[in-house]
């Protein structure tokens, strides 16, 4: 991670760490960098999500971007995955989305595509960084060098319709509810859906810019898991506030999270023969219930570091198509460049349209073992570097590991979009797994 630039792009409070003027210079920087390297005056396409903030930053973003001599074309309120489609669909130099994703409305970031649909590259980061902290090496474009605004509302349905064409079923029978976050997907999902034939109830669709991911969305899954189990529903989709992430409830209430959703998905699309590679990408995190499902089905997963750029890093490596988090990330790479929670949802609803089956049933057979997340609480990057440093840390982690005696696993890393520390334990229990997550946080945050 650079020092703006973290596993998705620039994020922070908004007006605390992430300003006006730091999204100024992050356009104008990138664009300075992606005209120096095209030799032309460089386009972007711009989405947002709903947050209070978000505006404000689009605005000083664009206004950087056209000093920096960049076109900017504002396309409004649309999920990452649309921006990254529809930069390498339209042509685009940059596809820039200015939302904070999960977190509370009090965050927001700014996510960089290149004109292929994939983030940044580490050396892109690094370059438009230098010029974030040294604007005034570079003069402002001025007279005819100067960008212009577009305002183009025109590729909203170019985005509809890429992912209603990936339905392949007849889901009327099928009963579904949508968490939208009161995000992003709050625009998309309802047009989507009645597009595809899909039986759907919407909660949290509308956002009043303070109300995303607030009790409801990926983060908070039981207003969903209410709302499906009092309707007799089948299934329910929860979106993140960018609709990047979706998390699942089958139909008896039950969290189908981003490891069951990859391994179900990867079961059906070997018998369809279109699982490349015969493989799968999850990550380091992921729970070792999807490396005995592997097992199972004579499926290979693999493991990449944390974050969807280094999942599809993997995946382009070992030509896999298909790999994803466990928080709902789910990259369908013959389909997408990025996450796309909408996407998921639909290759859901085309597995029980073409089995027949119960959402239950198609994930009773994804092992899952014990395993619990506990975050503790530090401030900066300087205090995540300085805490995972520390032998104090070292010695608790080796006393958890004995204690385990073989019969789990421990991992312990600094989180690339929030101010923590995330300690991941599997063990024989949960109360097991809890006790050894809970005594390493405790040590981490007295540090």
């Known amino acids: 991670m650079g020092k703006y630039f973290g596993t998705d ?18 356009g104008f920087a990138a664009a300075t960098v992606v005209g120096e390297e095209t030799g032309r005056r460089p386009r972007a396409i711009i989405g947002k999500d709903t947050r209070i903030s978000s505006d404000m930053i689009e605005a000083a973003l664009i206004a950087g971007l056209c000093s920096g001599g960049a076109d900017a074309s504002s396309l409004g309120v649309l999920p990452t995955p649309a921006i990254a489609y529809l930069a390498r669909k339209t042509g685009a130099d940059l596809g820039i ?11 927001n970031g700014i996510k960089f595509f290149n004109s292929h649909g994939f983030k940044l590259s580490d050396e892109r980061e690094a370059r438009i960084e230098g010029i974030i902290d040294s604007p005034e090496a570079l003069p402002l474009r001025t007279h005819g ?15 509809i319709d890429h992912v209603a064409e990936r339905a392949t079923g007849d889901f009327g029978k099928i009963k579904a509810v949508v968490d939208c976050a009161n995000g992003a997907a709050s625009v998309t999902a309802r047009r989507l859906f009645r597009k595809i034939g899909a039986r759907v109830k919407f909660i949290h669709d509308r956002p009043d810019g303070v109300n995303i991911n607030a009790a409801c969305g990926s983060t908070h899954i039981d207003a969903l898991r209410r709302a499906v189990t009092h309707g007799g529903c089948d299934i329910g989709f ?6 990047d992430r979706c998390l699942m409830i089958d139909e008896r209430g039950e969290l189908i999270d981003g490891d069951v959703i990859l391994a179900v998905n990867a079961a059906h699309m070997k018998k369809l023969g279109t699982l490349k ?20 089905e004579g499926i290979e997963v693999l493991r990449s570091d944390v974050g969807d750029r280094n999942v599809i890093e993997l995946m382009k490596k070992s030509g896999a198509n298909l790999g994803g988090e466990a928080s709902g990330h789910t990259i369908f790479l013959d389909d997408c ?18 089995t027949g089956k119960t959402a239950s049933e198609l994930t009773a057979a994804v092992p899952r073992f014990p395993q619990v997340i506990v975050n503790a609480i530090a401030a900066t990057a300087e205090d995540k570097r300085r805490i995972m440093a520390s032998p104090q840390l070292a010695l608790a982690i080796e006393a958890a590991e004995k204690a385990l005696a073989g019969q789990g696993r421990i991992l312990v890393r600094p989180s690339g979009t929030e101010a923590y520390i995330r300690v991941t334990v599997e063990a024989e229990t949960e109360r097991k797994a ?7 946080a405790e040590i981490a945050e007295s540090l």
Do not use: W
């Open 9 to 26: 792009g620039i994020r922070g409070v908004a007006n605390a760490e992430l300003d006006a003027r730091l999204a100024f210079r992050a």
């Open 97 to 107: 989305v200015v939302s904070a994703s999960h977190n509370p409305y009090e965050h």
């Open 145 to 159: 060098e100067m960008g212009r605004v577009i305002r183009d509302t025109s590729s909203f349905d170019t985005y």
């Open 238 to 243: 929860a979106f993140d506030g960018d609709a």
């Open 277 to 296: 590679s015969n493989a799968v990408v999850g990550t380091i995190v992921s729970n070792s219930g999807l490396d005995e499902f592997g097992k199972n």
């Open 337 to 354: 460049t990025t996450g796309d929670g909408q996407l998921s949802a639909v290759k859901l609803l085309n597995i029980l349209a073409a």
């Open 434 to 440: 809890g006790e050894c997550a809970a005594q390493i």
